[in-house]
């Protein structure tokens, strides 16, 4: 069975060209989600996927943008497909991965893919090991000094006449500027 599936964005908002060329391409079904690419739910994506659901089925696109969206979400969907017997096939493109040279296509795309995760965790451990050697530890900065943390504590601990915390949490909390939870990170650390 050939499902097809198409996608528009809310600056393009004429499925009917997408929905043509699937019907002309012998499609048996057609879905049309309009949503950006950027959105993780695409509802008619998923009845597309629910009805390309036996070997030999294909799914037709008309071009490799409107189904994913990026190319990590391409392999892992072209990847999902090739494990259920599922076919891509692309019109504009003339990828068709029931052949030799649309699995050589994905493969080739899916290299890049992890060649390009492999370069950006190699960034990002350089740049760690680099603020290191500077001094710095990465996160983010203490919300209050030693100073502040000890001035926090001893009001914390400041006792009325009545045997009860002359300050509340939510008293220190304000004079420092930061939330109740806060205070009391800084109070068990310290307690």
């Known amino acids: 069975m050939r499902i097809g599936y ?6 393009d908002q004429h499925p009917e060209a997408q929905h043509d060329a699937l019907a002309a391409a012998g499609c048996d079904e057609v879905y049309i989600d309009r949503a950006s690419g950027k959105l993780a739910r695409r509802p008619n994506l998923d009845k597309a996927l629910l009805s390309a659901n036996r070997a030999g089925d294909q799914l037709v696109i008309t071009k490799l943008d409107r189904l994913g969206r990026s190319l990590e979400h391409l392999i892992d969907l072209s990847t999902t497909l090739q494990d259920r017997g599922i076919d891509l096939v692309v019109l504009d493109q003339g990828i068709d991965t029931s052949t030799a040279v649309g699995r050589m296509f994905f493969q080739i795309l899916g290299s890049i893919a992890e060649f390009e995760h492999a370069l950006m965790s190699e960034r990002t451990i350089d740049g760690l090991a680099a603020a290191r050697a500077r001094g710095r530890t990465g996160g983010q900065k203490p919300k209050l000094g030693s100073r502040q943390v000890q001035l926090a504590r001893q009001m914390y ?7 009860r915390h002359r300050f509340t949490v939510t008293q220190i909390a304000a004079e420092f500027g930061v939330t109740r939870p806060t205070i ?3 109070l068990d650390q310290n307690g």
């Open 157 to 163: 601990d400041e006792i009325d006449d009545r045997g």
């Open 6 to 11: 198409g996608r528009v964005s809310t600056r």
């Open 184 to 186: 009391y990170r800084y």
